[in-house]
């Protein structure tokens, strides 16, 4: 009876011996590290991981790394605080943005010293051809007692964002055009047209490039010394964009406040007349929140002039 309770007990070592040093099952992985404050590495050969990796900590520094793997689901390492280094062959990123950095740039100017209705400024320069590309038109005017009835920037139609004139002497425009890529064009006619003929008339043309917001505000004023338009709010890394346009004895040079350089991008007199237009612009980000600018010509006006200052953002 004795003999056959050992057998018993010879058989149930047997059946322990199976499980503890038996080719067993692989046990399912740990998937988990979690440590208040710690530095965790995790190396090893290659594999495929077919489950969540996940090291939450508060405090921590976190190295994965070792022989490239067929990952077949998200590794997640979430920390309120810590330093991740994650290594491994070289990839190709894609951006979908449009690459192209804001900026504000005077391309051309031109004048007609007996003015018509209709009115072409032939192949001008509307700067490099991108998807954001805006023109900006500025128009000094002389005898007319309204803006103009249309503009078009390589025939693309333009919107008027803000005038001002002074009863049948000099007036001063702003026009914008969505002009884009599509023509691949860097140079354009600018046409002007008004209902009735003016005697003369200068533009300047800007191009801005990466701007993806609305022009933010537009102010315009009128004086014979200096003329200050109203305060607008530019937002952050924006620019001001101003025109000028008045008339005095001979040619004046007209200086500007704020955040303009002193002289101007552009100042020209339309045939030898003395009415001036006198255009200028302020660097990204040098005109940030409210603004005010103010134009100053180095001779008094014998008539009105006027003065158009806009703003827009990145």
């Not at 689901?73 to 950095?101: E, K």
């Not at 991008?265 to 339309?270: E, K």
Request: proline share 4%.
């Amino acid at each position: 009876m004795a003999f056959g309770n050992l057998g018993a007990l010879g058989r149930g070592f047997g059946r322990l011996g199976a499980v503890l040093g038996g080719a067993g099952t692989s046990p399912p992985p740990a998937n988990t590290l979690v440590a208040g404050v710690g530095s965790f590495v995790l190396n090893g050969e290659a594999m495929t991981p077919l489950v969540d990796y996940k090291l939450p900590s508060d405090v921590g520094s976190f190295t994965l790394s070792g022989q490239s793997a067929g990952v077949l689901a998200a590794r997640t390492v979430s920390a309120a605080f810590g330093s991740f280094a994650f290594t491994g062959q070289d990839a190709t990123l894609t951006y979908s943005g449009s690459g192209v950095a804001f900026s504000v740039t005077a391309t051309d100017s031109d004048s007609v010293s007996t003015a018509t209705t209709a009115n072409t400024f032939t192949a001008k320069n509307i700067g490099t051809a991108d998807a954001s590309r805006k023109v900006f038109v500025c128009i000094g005017v002389r005898s007319v007692t309204a803006a103009a009835s249309s503009v078009t920037v390589d025939g693309v139609s333009a919107t008027l964002v803000d005038s001002i004139g002074n009863a049948g002497n000099e007036g001063v425009e702003i026009w914008v055009a969505n002009v884009g890529s599509s023509s691949g064009h860097t140079t354009g006619d600018v046409v002007v047209n008004y209902a009735s003929a003016p005697t003369r008339i200068g533009i300047s043309v800007y191009t801005v490039l990466g701007s993806t917001s609305s022009i933010v505000s537009a102010k315009s004023a009128v004086g014979t010394t200096s003329i200050t338009a109203g305060a607008i709010t530019v937002p952050t890394g924006g620019s001001l964009i101003a025109a000028f346009f008045g008339r005095c004895a001979s040619a004046p040079t007209v200086t500007w406040s704020g955040a303009f350089s002193s002289a101007s991008d552009i100042s020209i007199q339309p045939g030898a007349n003395t009415a001036t237009l006198a255009t200028g612009h302020s660097a990204p980000g040098a005109a940030t929140g409210s603004q005010s600018e103010t134009a100053t010509p180095s001779l008094t006006m014998v008539s009105t002039g006027g003065l158009v200052v806009i703003g827009l953002g990145p």
